[in-house]
């Protein structure tokens, strides 16, 4: 089997493609209200309207909005829709096809896969025995504590709350009785281990699962009930699980499809919050926000308002985690993800907070948050008055920290203002503290860039030149997919074929390169035609949408005579392009050439072009 995309194998997504029936994944989430010839329509899900310009087409198997350009193959639309990497696409649609992905060939890989998958339902026994234990005798203190903070017993329920009995190897037992091994027992991180003995990790714990984004159970964190420390207790990294690459709740977050996220510290804030109508919200898992766990949100919505707690280590992390998110926005030139910082009135929780006045004031505490530079002058402000009185040189020193993270000038400027208010001076004397400590900064920033850009270059070397393709193009290459196992007698009919050399160069001949010789093997299809596209650019929009635009509207022809026809043409004039096209160029560079052997090279290859030229128009003449 020949290796394709993150080690699943082209015979296995072609076979996943082939057996998701387009028509039937997207009815899933559209209704058909017309068709026309082979195409369905229905309301777009990408964009809202009243009359519907989304299609389907079923012989092509792809799909495209004439409103918001979307388009592309069943693949394409179960990542746009879902919000998953083509990885996960493919995962999400194999499980719905019945198609088994074979793991990779490796027996080391295969062993951990099959430990992952033992853990994963080691959890799930452990789940089950933390919440019969919450709803039997012993679970009544960790009831009568949800109760107190007026969480329902559905909610506790949708959030699969349990108990951890206070004993020391209840859940050993259990588990060992149902018959997991001392390997399983000890990854799986819900236990210690003490001179040679095992215990139970959690005990007289209210238990929180953790989900991941597609919902599988891959840790618990632990509240301790009554008085007692630490408050909470959260499973260690484990082989299925890592606290900097997830979110509490996002598995049900994803699910309200807004354009914002909540991002709040505690379990039980989240709760009160999704109890109280507040869907979005997610807990970054007793950590800073990390890098990662952006790169997750971004995935899922395009603005970020963070809670920080209020308590002064809440402080800390937060400013630690702020310093990364305008680093990384550095990094990233092209991030449409908003980070805003919002602050909860009177040193609450949210969770008091939306307990005590509901959700319409919450919502405005949210729009009332500010950008991550704003924030950071109010905390050096409340840092500044630790002492009791304002000491402005510390203030002055945080201030100058922070201001130096900032690129943007006009944000950096209008923080400064702010901060010289407070002082009580004028900005540019704020501005010219900064200067000194972010003109090192500055030249690190330029440093890095340059890094940037070299190594995107070298990812998608095709970037740099041209992304433009002809119509002419456009079309040919779509007839082509429509060739199929009649290649080789269009071929044998015109005593000629399309080369790499007929397309422009850049994106349009990177994917000439790919689909020719799965044209020659008579095997090309729109689907291998969108393949090739992934990734490159093509009429400033993904080339996977200008194609997919292209392949609902070219017209084919009534039978493969028409169709053959119809290629030769479009064949001859991209051909024809091209030879026009070197023909200007070499005329162009004569004008000011020199007498010599270059010259005499190139008018002998302007003389050949202009003869080919000349043939070519013949050619096209001949039906
Ligand atoms: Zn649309």
């Known amino acids: 089997m ?59 198997q792809i799909y495209y909005c004439f409103g918001c350009h979307k388009g592309g193959n069943v693949v394409n639309f179960i990542m746009e829709i879902e919000h998953l990497s083509y990885i996960e696409a493919l995962k999400f649609l194999a499980e719905k096809a019945g ?15 099959q430990l992952r998958k033992r853990l994963k339902q080691v959890l799930l026994e452990a789940a089950r025995y933390y919440y019969k234990s919450f709803k039997s005798e012993k679970g009544e203190e960790a009831r ?64 929180f699962p953790i989900f991941n984004a597609m919902g599988e159970l891959i840790a618990f964190g632990g509240r301790i009930i009554g008085d007692g420390q630490p408050k909470y207790v959260n499973s260690p990294e484990t082989p299925i699980y890592s606290k900097q690459r997830n979110l ?33 919200a997610v807990a970054s898992l007793g950590t800073a926000l990390t890098e990662r766990q952006l790169d997750l949100l971004e995935r899922y919505c395009e603005e970020v308002v963070l809670f920080y707690d209020s308590d002064r280590a809440g402080q800390n992390a937060a400013v630690r985690g702020l310093k990364m998110l305008m680093e990384r926005k550095k990094k990233h030139t092209g991030m449409t993800t908003q980070v805003r910082v919002a602050k909860v009135p009177n040193g609450k929780d949210p969770d008091e907070f939306i307990r005590e006045f509901g959700k319409e004031e919450f919502a405005k505490v949210v729009e009332q948050a500010v950008p991550v ?65 972010s003109s090192q900064t500055h030249q690190e920033a330029i440093t890095r860039s340059q890094k940037e850009v070299e190594k995107q ?75 090739a596209g992934d990734n490159l650019i093509l009429n400033q929009r993904p080339a996977g949408a200008t194609l997919s635009e292209a392949l609902m509207s070219v017209k084919y022809g009534d039978d493969v005579n028409s169709l053959f026809a119809h290629t030769k043409d479009y064949l001859y004039r991209v051909r024809m392009n091209v030879y026009t096209k070197q023909k200007d160029m070499l005329a162009k560079r004569l004008d000011v050439m020199p007498e010599g052997p270059d010259r005499d090279a190139t008018e002998s290859l302007l003389r050949s072009t202009l003869l080919y030229l000349t043939e070519l128009k013949k050619k096209m003449g001949k039906r």
């Open 2 to 60: 020949s290796n394709g995309r993150g080690g699943i194998p082209n015979e296995v997504v072609e076979e996943i493609i082939s057996r998701s029936d387009i028509v039937s994944v997207v009815g899933q989430y559209v209704q058909f209200t017309k068709s026309s010839g082979q195409n369905q329509f229905g309301l777009c899900p990408f964009h809202s309207e009243d009359t519907p310009s989304f299609s389907v087409s079923v012989n092509k």
């Open 99 to 113: 198609v088994t992905i074979p793991e990779p060939d490796d027996a080391n890989y295969r062993k951990e896969e």
């Open 144 to 207: 009568k504590y949800l109760q107190k903070r007026a969480i329902t017993p559905s909610t506790a329920t949708k959030f699969g709350l349990g108990y951890a009995p206070n004993e020391w190897s209840g859940l050993y037992n259990h588990l060992v009785s149902k018959g997991f091994t001392q390997q399983e027992i000890q990854k799986s991180g819900l236990f210690v281990t003490k001179n040679g003995k095992t215990f139970d990790l959690f005990r007289g714990r209210l238990m």
């Open 248 to 280: 509490y709740a996002l598995n049900f977050a994803k699910q309200a499809k807004m354009k914002r996220i909540i991002v709040v510290e505690g379990y039980m804030d989240v709760i009160s919050m999704h109890q109280a109508g507040v869907t979005n």
């Open 373 to 437: 530079l704003d924030y950071l002058v109010d905390s050096a402000h409340r840092q500044s008055m630790e002492s009791g009185r304002f000491d402005a040189v510390v203030f002055q020193q945080l201030i100058s920290t922070y201001l130096s993270w900032e690129d943007n000038m006009i944000l950096r400027e209008r923080a400064a203002y702010k901060a010289a208010q407070i002082l009580g001076v004028s900005a540019q004397s704020v501005m010219s503290e900064v200067g000194k400590l």
């Open 457 to 531: 270059t070298q990812i998608l070397p095709e970037r740099k030149s041209s992304e433009t393709a002809t119509r002419d193009e456009l079309v040919l290459v779509c007839l082509l997919s429509a060739l199929g196992s009649e290649y080789d007698k269009f071929v044998e009919t015109y005593g000629d074929e399309p080369l790499e050399t007929d397309f422009t160069m850049g994106s349009m001949r990177t994917i000439a390169r790919q689909i020719l010789p799965v044209l020659k093997e008579g095997k090309l299809d729109a689907n291998r035609l969108l393949l």
